[in-house]
């Protein structure tokens, strides 16, 4: 049967407009905020080309040669400092052997070595009291650690021949 | 379509947009951030670093005499003609003939004594020279200490001497003296 009544074009609710329109408003921002990120994503790179290009510029090879001069200068110092703690004075052995050998010992040979703290000396004395008081002088110093009395004769004359060893106090070379 | 389809159409390609799209370029970009952060830190750090040996450098320029010493005491080589023309010079000063220098072993310096380890790169080298002298002990009183205060540090190792024979002249002593040199 025909409908001879016409029909209202069926509108839409006003609920579905509003849907739409904020559904169109989302996506347009999805696709605006990918295009940002591309364009913050290539700036981003660039930016990161450039720093590394810059890091490459800094320590050019006239600042790595001002480099390898400081450094060198600065081990030298050290080295220099670290030989000057350790450089030793024999000079100040012979003050204090003359002020502590006995005037009537006369000493024929000297040994130094330093490395040892070691001085072997061979001498001659009068007699054995001299002798002795000679090694009670010796006794007596801080900087003589240890003595070695050997070899101990008579010679032609009757005087008293002798090898003394002393270990000394280190710190009569400083 | 109704509006309706369509919006729902829109909201699932604003998620496809987002999720497959967008988010993963975030990341992307969140990763070259902090490369970015990373790279200025470095690049700081270097400029910092080779500023400081800048200014290091001028003011070890202010120091330049202080330095020619050090370089004196301690050379890039042994310098040994150098080194015998000075002993020789310091022995006539003080007094004795210097008879005789003989270049002995080479080694390492260490704080405590030279060791005779082969050196390495950048390590103070040791040469150590036999001297045989001729004089009075007044005189090698004089030299020992002239060598103790000398530009060039030169270390005494060995102190050996006896007394004259009683056919030579009396206060004429023969010297032997082991000395240690350094440098680089």
Same mark, same amino acid.
């Given at each position: 049967?025909v409908?001879?009544?016409?029909?209202?074009?069926? $509108?839409?609710?006003?609920?579905?407009?509003?849907?739409?329109?904020i559904?169109?408003?989302?996506?347009?921002?999805a696709?605006?905020?990918?295009a940002?990120?591309i364009?913050?994503e290539s700036?981003?790179?660039?930016?990161?080309?450039?720093?590394?290009?810059?890091?490459?510029?800094?320590?050019?090879?006239?600042?790595?040669?001002?480099?390898r001069s400081?450094?060198?200068? =600065?081990?030298?110092i050290?080295?220099f400092?670290t030989?000057?703690e350790?450089?030793?004075?024999?000079?100040q052995?012979?003050?204090?052997l =003359?002020?502590?050998i006995?005037?009537?010992?006369?000493?024929?040979?000297?040994?130094?070595?330093?490395?040892?703290?070691f001085?072997?000396?061979?001498?001659q004395?009068?007699?054995?009291?001299?002798?002795?008081?000679?090694?009670?002088?010796?006794?007596?110093?801080r900087?003589?650690?240890e003595?070695?009395?050997?070899?101990?004769?008579?010679? =032609?004359?009757?005087?008293?021949?002798?090898?003394?060893g002393?270990?000394l106090?280190?710190e009569?070379? $400083? | 379509?109704?509006?309706?389809y369509?919006?729902?159409?829109?909201?699932?390609a604003?998620?496809?947009?987002?999720?497959?799209?967008?988010?993963?370029?975030?990341?992307?970009?969140s990763?070259?951030?902090?490369?970015?952060k990373?790279?200025?830190?470095?690049?700081?750090?270097k400029?910092?670093y080779?500023?400081h040996?800048?200014?290091?450098?001028?003011?070890?320029?202010?120091?330049?005499?202080?330095l020619?010493k050090?370089?004196?005491?301690?050379?890039?080589?042994?310098?040994l003609?150098?080194t015998?023309? *000075?002993?020789q010079n310091?022995?006539?000063?003080?007094g004795l003939?210097?008879?005789e220098?003989?270049?002995?072993?080479?080694?390492?310096f260490?704080?405590t004594?030279?060791?005779?380890?082969?050196?390495?790169?950048g390590?103070i080298?040791?040469?150590?020279?036999?001297?045989?002298?001729?004089?009075?002990?007044a005189?090698?009183k004089?030299?020992i200490?002239?060598i103790?205060?000398?530009?060039?540090?030169?270390?005494?190792?060995?102190?050996?001497?006896?007394?004259?024979?009683?056919?030579?002249?009396?206060?004429?002593f023969?010297?032997?003296?082991?000395?240690?040199?350094?440098? *680089?």
């Amino acid at each position: 049967m025909v409908d001879l009544i016409p029909k209202r074009a069926r $509108k839409s609710l006003p609920f579905q407009s509003v849907f739409f329109y904020i559904a169109l408003a989302i996506l347009i921002l999805a696709a605006g905020a990918y295009a940002l990120l591309i364009y913050l994503e290539s700036q981003a790179s660039i930016n990161l080309q450039n720093l590394e290009g810059e890091i490459t510029r800094v320590g050019t090879p006239a600042e790595k040669q001002m480099e390898r001069s400081v450094f060198s200068t =600065e081990r030298k110092i050290n080295d220099f400092a670290t030989i000057i703690e350790a450089h030793r004075r024999p000079s100040q052995l012979f003050p204090f052997l =003359e002020s502590v050998i006995h005037p009537q010992v006369w000493m024929s040979d000297f040994e130094l070595t330093m490395e040892a703290d070691f001085l072997k000396l061979s001498g001659q004395t009068l007699n054995f009291r001299t002798l002795g008081e000679q090694l009670e002088v010796l006794r007596s110093q801080r900087m003589i650690r240890e003595i070695q009395l050997s070899d101990l004769s008579i010679g =032609e004359g009757g005087q008293t021949e002798f090898n003394i060893g002393l270990t000394l106090n280190p710190e009569i070379f $400083k | 379509m109704s509006k309706i389809y369509l919006a729902i159409a829109f909201i699932v390609a604003a998620l496809l947009v987002g999720g497959v799209l967008a988010w993963p370029k975030y990341q992307s970009l969140s990763t070259l951030n902090e490369g970015i952060k990373a790279k200025e830190l470095e690049l700081q750090s270097k400029t910092d670093y080779f500023n400081h040996i800048r200014k290091v450098s001028e003011q070890l320029e202010e120091y330049q005499e202080s330095l020619s010493k050090i370089n004196s005491a301690l050379p890039d080589d042994a310098l040994l003609p150098s080194t015998f023309n *000075y002993l020789q010079n310091a022995a006539s000063q003080a007094g004795l003939i210097l008879e005789e220098v003989a270049v002995g072993s080479a080694g390492v310096f260490d704080q405590t004594q030279a060791s005779a380890a082969k050196p390495a790169e950048g390590q103070i080298k040791t040469i150590t020279l036999n001297l045989s002298l001729v004089g009075s002990y007044a005189s090698l009183k004089s030299f020992i200490s002239e060598i103790e205060n000398s530009a060039r540090i030169i270390e005494v190792r060995k102190i050996a001497f006896s007394s004259p024979e009683e056919d030579e002249e009396e206060d004429i002593f023969s010297f032997s003296i082991d000395v240690v040199t350094h440098n *680089y």
